[in-house]
């Protein structure tokens, strides 16, 4: 008589394991979660900060200086050129061909300098503003920290970058004051919460 295979169902012991697995998990989550609800989040517009400190002002003063005189630079080159040109074309008649080709290659390449200058300046230009806008930047995400410190925030945002947040504070008062800054009064009214209209 042939006797078919009757396979055993899994013990419940592992049945036992899976569920305190899940459950434990699921324990863990809900710790998790009130430890974040716990933790105060903080956010702050890092362009408005540095837009207020006086060091941002002189720094874009000293920056606006800098390109005035790369441009003004480049306008005496240009000024040059034009000059030599006109110069070349008024004395070329009495110039040997030897001569007028060592004077059209000192053409070209102040021409070809001219031509690179826009780029130039710009480079010197974005030096010139890292390294103003360096030690400015450092001094305010050291007050961002130190606010974050003596104020028990977790987490401070950049405000720019929040779609969706949880409930949260705007420390950029707390900041300026850590600063000495003061805070003109148009910004200090875009930091409250729009009034809401009740719908009927």
Known sequence: MAYQTVHAPKPKKQQM???????????????????????????????????IMPEAHKADS????YRGALY????????????????????????????????????????????????????QLQQRQQELIGPINKKAFEAIQAIAKENGYAYIFEKGALLVAPPADDVLQLVAKKLNIKIPNQQQNSQKPPAVTPTK
Do not use: Y
């Open 62 to 65: 000293n920056l606006q200086q």
């Open 72 to 123: 003004q630079n480049a306008q005496d080159k240009q000024e040059a050129l034009e000059t030599a040109i006109a110069k070349f074309n008024k004395d070329s008649a009495t110039m040997s061909n030897s001569v007028k080709d060592v004077k059209r290659g000192e053409l070209q390449k102040m021409l070809q300098d001219l031509q690179q200058e826009d780029q130039r300046i710009q480079q």
């Open 17 to 51: 394991k899976k569920i305190f697995s899940v459950a434990f998990f699921a324990i863990i989550l809900m710790a998790a979660s009130q430890v974040n609800a716990q933790n105060k989040i903080g956010f702050i517009s890092t362009e408005e900060l540095i837009s």
